[in-house]
C-alpha cells in the first residue's frame, strides 16, 4: 500500500451512494463537519500492542484499545476511562446529529490499517500449473471478493501449500518480535501526528477527496 494510502477508517458513514448523493449527506452534515473532524483532539483515545493480521485480500496492523493499565503513575495525564470503542461510539453519534443516517456496511472490527493487499497468486501456484496469460489480469481480488470467486477463476491450479506456509510463519515471526516490542508505534493516540480527516469520494485503497481536517498534536 502506498505510504500516502495508509489510513485507519474510524468510521464509515455511507457507502454506494451517487456523487450528487454524496454531495448532499456533506452539504448537510457541513457545519458540523470541523467540530466532527476536531473530536479526537479534545478525546483521546490510545491503541496498544500491534500485530500483523491477515485474512483473504489483505494485510494489515492491528492494535487494540488501551485500558487502564497496571503500573499507570501519578505523572501520566492520559484518560484511559475514554477508549477507542468510545471514539467510535461518538464519532457515530455527532455524525447522525448533523442529520444524516448512519449506512456504515459493517461494524469495523478492529482498529487496523491495511499494509498490503493480494493482487494475484502466482508466488504460490506451480510453474507447472501456470495460469495461463489470459487468464494473470482476472486474478484479482477486492477487498469484498471471496475466495469462491479467485477459485473459480484457477479451479485447474493448485496452491503450493510450503510457499503459503512460508508466509504464515513470516508474518508469525514478525508478531513474536511484536509482543517485546516497545519502540515508536508500540503505543498510539489516535489522531495525534495529523489529526482525523474526513474524506469523500470513491475511498478504496486511501483514495478521495478531504472534506475536513481535524488538529493533530
Not at 496498544?48 to 495525564?77: H, Q, R, Y
Not at 468510545?86 to 461494524?107: I, T
Not at 513470516?170 to 482525523?196: C, F, H, Q, S
Request: net charge negative; aromatic share 8%; hydrophobic share 35%.
Amino acid at each position: 500500500m502506498p505510504t500516502d494510502c495508509l489510513h485507519m477508517t474510524a468510521m464509515e458513514v455511507v457507502h454506494s451512494k451517487t456523487p450528487d448523493e454524496i454531495d448532499e449527506l456533506v452539504k448537510i452534515m457541513q457545519p458540523k463537519l470541523q467540530n466532527i473532524a476536531d473530536w479526537p483532539f479534545t478525546h483521546r483515545a490510545k491503541l496498544i500492542k500491534p500485530m500483523l493480521s491477515f485474512d483473504g485480500s489483505a494485510c494489515a496492523v492491528s492494535w487494540i484499545p488501551a485500558g487502564w493499565p497496571t503500573n499507570i503513575t501519578a505523572e501520566s495525564n492520559h484518560d484511559y476511562s475514554y477508549t477507542y470503542h468510545h471514539l467510535r461510539r461518538d464519532l457515530f453519534n455527532v455524525s447522525k446529529d448533523s442529520g444524516v443516517v448512519v449506512e456504515s456496511r459493517y461494524s469495523l472490527p478492529s482498529a487496523h490499517i491495511t499494509i498490503g493487499r493480494y493482487i494475484t497468486l502466482i508466488d504460490h501456484i506451480p510453474s507447472k500449473h501456470e495460469v495461463p496469460a489470459i487468464k494473470k489480469d482476472r486474478l484479482t481480488i477486492l477487498s469484498d471478493s471471496s475466495q469462491a470467486d479467485l477459485q473459480s477463476q484457477i479451479s485447474d491450479t493448485k496452491l503450493r501449500n510450503d510457499q503459503m506456509e512460508k508466509w504464515v510463519k513470516a508474518l508469525e515471526e514478525i508478531n513474536k518480535w511484536l509482543e517485546n516490542y516497545t519502540g515508536p508505534g508500540a503505543d498510539w493516540i489516535v489522531g495525534e501526528e495529523r489529526g482525523m480527516e474526513i474524506r469523500t469520494g470513491r475511498l478504496w485503497y486511501g483514495g478521495g477527496e478531504t472534506a475536513a481536517f481535524g488538529k493533530g498534536s
